[in-house]
């Protein structure tokens, strides 16, 4: 049969938000008046606190700062690299085997 009991306890606990952290840490900012009612705007539309608005925000410039993206001549650059690699130099060599005598 389908659509049994446990095939939805499952589904209920997929679908349940992961546990939160507790929030201890405070945090006071001063913006302009537009910026508080432009947060509060998407704090009733999307029924998340300012804090966690802040959070994502953050976490959005953090992962776009992180992330690389190249384009023309440095993609150009990096491809030719990566098919190409120069082959390692005596420095480049000697520290490897120092390396491996360290492991073992």
Known sequence: MYGTIPYTLVMAKAAQK???QRKTARMELRIPLAAKEFIRRAMAISG??????AYEGAKLV???HERMVLTGRNRDAFLAAVQ???AP???LVAALRRHDQLKH
């Not at 998340?48 to 608005?53: I, P």
């Open 18 to 20: 992961p546990a939160r």
């Open 48 to 53: 998340r606190s300012a804090a966690d608005l």
């Open 62 to 64: 953090l992962e776009e």
């Open 84 to 86: 190409n690699p120069p």
């Open 89 to 91: 130099s005596k420095r």
